[in-house]
């Protein structure tokens, strides 16, 4: 059992992920196999009990199962309780030896009274791991340097296919917030998963659930507090273009409240005026910031000139270097401090920013949101719901049009700007936050907000070819491509991090994703660095057979490079489906034929629209040249399985157009 976490931004998830994976194996392989069978090991009653349970019905591919997750709370303060847990899992397939690897999350001031875990194989050998022998490590790398958060891990002997592996743990949990996180689903099935909470006399709680319907939970006599749901199923892996887990797990969330408590955070408001009360304090205006932006802003006028210069200076010329200890996790630090050190966090440089707008006359805003798309609920108000923090500028009634602008309930317009992004110009968003949920924290509270959309224009990707085919089948020729919005946030943040190896690594996979049997001759950028234009990139490239011989026939695809069909499994489809994101795609590519070949047959044109996407498609033959142009539009990028029908007739409508041939033959 995993409690969550807002304690992360977006441009380090993948850097932690990656950071906590390597620190749990290079733990593992210094612990070696864990503790050995033994004689004197004896799996406890209640392991023993679980193991005897059915795994019931379950797909095929199914690697392991969670026979047993109970997790009681005993609170004694609003700010601290006793937290313990108990878990069973029998493992199915190879790939679900993992299992035996567990993992506990320790926050600051958190104790570990005992943890303990056992396996039991299919031939009746019994493994323990005593509390001894498991370890902390740190969970984060990359571009956190230093967080005060731990993990304690250790991994079981015997975690093998048909064993059973079972964890037990107590804390003393002392959080920085009254709110406790629940996760009742997890990848794996999950047969029976309860949570008990035990409270002082007189104290209240609220219960939000996320996922599914609000459950109610069973009160006995004690006074215990029991929620409990059965047969959740696994969140699949081999499902393509789904949301992200935490979009898809049935969880919930329990906040505590003594009797006359100030601090219920039971609504957005006042969950936004939490945030603020954190934030408003460290917006200071230093003598250092404001000389700063009298340097930044001088010989410039109005509104837009002015929050331009102070956007890029905190965008490119603060470092993201996270340093989050206790509050800081939710508290930026001083504006002051993020100006002297020249980096701090996203939460940093939007303080900094925010105080240098005041220092201007630009009032802002501190917003969270979560970089991934649909796990922020309206029904779930929590300042757990966000891991990332970026900007709502207020606007005056004469600001230029903008695209990422929000209206709050009380008229006020916002532009929502992200400093922490460095390849996303002021006025547009990146993808990932693109029509998300984001708390907007004003002295007036908190107010849910719905991030806009862009039109697909926004977005756009442009590409022209100019081709030579020869009488052997290859081809050769010259391709530009123009992008903006997402499709050139891609390769900015990809190559502006890259040394020129890395480089050539990007372009390789790229054009393998991308061309049909072809290679990439040489490239060069436009525009790389300077994020407000579009980004152009101009390549050359060439291949042997390209045109395939049928007899005195040359079957040739005018569809180049940049496929965009994908398959999916239709009939057992379980989750919606989740794009790449808004956008709009253009191809123009024009063949040049070998001398003394002429087109006997041409394709013919697609148009398919489905609403939320769209795509089309023309052959033409003009003399000696075949002119191949197509367009493919994304308007919404979430679909869900009430229009899979619409989106498996886009999909093999696109896969026809990719594959068809133009048919030449000689005169």
């Known amino acids: 059992m995993t409690r969550t976490s807002s304690r992360r931004s977006s441009r380090e998830g993948a850097v932690r992920r990656r950071a906590s994976r390597f620190c749990v194996l290079l733990l593992f392989l210094l612990i070696a196999a864990g503790a050995q069978g033994s004689s004197k090991v004896e799996v406890p009653d209640w392991v023993r009990q679980a193991a005897h349970l059915p795994v019931g019905v379950l797909p095929s591919r199914t690697n392991a199962v969670v026979l047993l997750d109970e997790t009681s709370l005993t609170f004694t303060g609003t700010m601290e309780y006793a937290e313990f847990h108990r878990e069973v899992i029998r493992i199915l397939r190879p790939e679900g030896r993992d299992e035996g690897e567990f993992v506990i999350d320790l926050d600051p001031g958190d104790r570990i009274q005992n943890v303990h875990a056992w396996s039991l194989t299919a031939g009746g050998a019994q493994f323990e791991l005593k509390d001894k022998e498991f370890y902390n490590i740190s969970p984060w790398g990359g571009n956190e340097l230093y967080s005060d958060e731990l993990k304690m891990a250790g991994k079981v002997s015997g975690a093998d296919v048909g064993s059973v592996v079972a964890l037990e743990y107590s804390v003393q949990r002392r959080p920085l917030i009254s709110l406790y996180s629940w996760n009742a689903q997890r990848t794996i099935p999950v047969r029976k998963a309860s949570l008990t909470i035990v409270i002082p ?9 996320a996922n599914i319907r609000p459950q109610e ?25 789904r949301p992200s887990d935490s979009a898809l797990l049935v969880r919930a969330e329990i906040a505590v409240y003594a009797p006359g408590d100030s601090a219920r955070l039971d ?22 910031i404001r000389e700063k932006v009298q340097t930044l802003t001088a010989g410039v006028m109005g509104f837009d000139a002015i929050l331009r210069r102070l956007a890029a200076f905190v965008q490119h010329d603060i470092r993201y270097v996270a340093v989050e200890i206790g509050i800081g996790g939710w508290q930026p630090h001083f504006a002051a401090e993020t100006f002297k050190h020249r980096y701090g966090d996203c939460k940093d440089k939007a303080a900094l920013l925010g105080t240098m707008l005041n220092s201007a006359g630009i009032r802002s805003y501190l917003l969270g949101v979560n970089y991934e798309h649909g796990t922020v609920f309206e029904e779930m108000p929590s300042i757990g719901s966000f891991n990332h923090a970026i900007l709502a500028i207020l606007l005056p009634t004469d600001a230029p049009n903008y695209r990422s602008t929000v209206t709050a309930s009380d008229g006020r317009k916002f532009l929502i700007f992200d400093p922490t992004n460095d390849v996303v110009p002021l006025g547009e968003l990146p993808y990932y936050e693109q029509g998300n949920f984001a708390l907007l924290a004003t002295e007036n509270g908190g107010e849910l907000v719905k991030l806009p959309v862009p039109p697909p ?31 050139a946030e891609y390769f900015r943040t990809a190559f502006l991090s890259s040394d020129q190896a890395e480089r050539v690594r990007i372009m390789e996979r790229y054009t393998e994703q991308s061309l049909n049997g072809l290679t990439l001759k040489d490239y060069a950028f436009e525009n790389l660095e300077e994020i407000e234009k579009e980004l152009v990139m101009h390549c050359t490239i060439a291949g042997p057979r390209y045109a395939q011989s049928s007899g005195p026939l040359l079957l040739l695809r005018a569809d180049v490079l940049g496929y965009r069909s994908f398959a999916l499994q239709w009939k057992t489809r379980t989750y919606p489906v989740q794009l790449s994101g808004v956008e709009r795609e253009v191809d123009d590519y024009e063949i040049q034929l070998p001398d003394g070949y002429v087109v006997d047959d041409l394709p013919d044109a697609a148009q398919i629209d489905v609403g939320f996407a769209s795509y089309r498609s023309r052959f033409e033959n003009a003399g000696n040249t075949v002119r191949y142009w197509r367009e493919y539009v994304v308007r919404d990028p979430f679909v869900p399985l009430t229009k899979m029908a619409d989106l498996r007739r886009l999909e093999e409508r696109i896969s026809q157009d990719e594959l068809a041939s133009v048919v030449l033959k000689k005169k």
Not at 201 to 209: D, E, L, P
Not at 223 to 235: A, C, E, F, V
Request: charge should be neutral; charged fraction near 30%; aromatic fraction near 10%.
């Open 217 to 241: 939970p069973r009160t006995e006599p004690d006074g215990r507090i029991t929620w409990t749901l059965k047969d959740q199923p696994g969140i699949d892996d081999e499902q393509k273009h």
């Open 457 to 487: 224009d926004a977005s756009r990707l442009e590409r022209t070819g100019r081709f030579q085919l020869a009488a052997d089948g290859s081809l050769s020729g010259e391709v530009t491509e123009t992008r903006a919005g997402k499709n």
């Open 201 to 209: 006399s007189g104290w209240q709680y609220r219960a939000s659930f």
């Open 267 to 288: 609504s957005w408001k006042s969950v936004g005026a939490w945030q603020s009360q954190l934030t408003s304090p460290r917006w200071i205006v230093t003598p250092e």
